[in-house]
């Protein structure tokens, strides 16, 4: 008998679009956590979804949360399926960068360490910058590290955000 092992992935969502049928942003991550158990994605923490400020061009504020799934799935094989579910809401992936989007479904961690190939790379690039990323993933996983520097993603959050003096 194959015996599977379980991959578990910290998984950021985004939106700043209504999807019809759906509904506003934080409509559809609330969607979103029943369209990952459709497929076969187990969720095993789903963090409060809080608002936050376009990056870039998008001048709609954005929904924001993150998810720990379990999986059996290759990194690659999940993003695979994380972009079918994209263009389940409506997501289509051409036209100008950060512009506004149904749904944005990323990768950001994963309990095999770091990834990378042409399509894929964990850790996220840019999530160690990024407040409405750093904010719900503490909120569920304080306590992953980021395999490139080694913090706990509360760590991470918590240099992000601490007040810095102004400057004089």
């Not at 019809?20 to 076969?40: F, H, I, Q, T």
């Not at 993603?153 to 918590?158: G, L, M």
Request: proline share 8%; hydrophobic share 40%.
């Amino acid at each position: 008998m194959r015996r599977h092992l379980t991959q578990r992935y910290l998984i950021a969502l985004g939106s700043n679009m209504r999807v019809p049928g759906v509904g506003s942003p934080r409509s559809v991550l609330l969607a979103v956590r029943e369209a990952l158990e459709r497929n076969d994605l187990h969720i095993e923490a789903f963090a409060p979804i809080i608002d936050s400020a376009p990056v870039g061009p998008s001048l709609r504020r954005y929904a924001n949360g993150a998810a720990i799934i379990a999986t059996e799935l290759s990194p690659p094989a999940l993003l695979a399926q994380l972009q079918r579910i994209e263009s389940e809401f409506g997501r289509r992936r051409q036209g100008q960068c950060w512009r506004a989007r149904q749904l944005d479904l990323d990768i950001i961690l994963w309990s095999g360490g770091a990834w990378h190939d042409s399509g894929l790379t964990i850790p996220h690039a840019d999530f160690r910058d990024r407040r409405f990323v750093l904010e719900p993933a503490a909120a569920i996983a304080p306590d992953w590290r980021d395999p490139v520097t080694g913090l706990s993603i509360k760590a991470i959050n918590t240099r992000l955000t601490r007040p810095r003096p102004l400057p004089r």
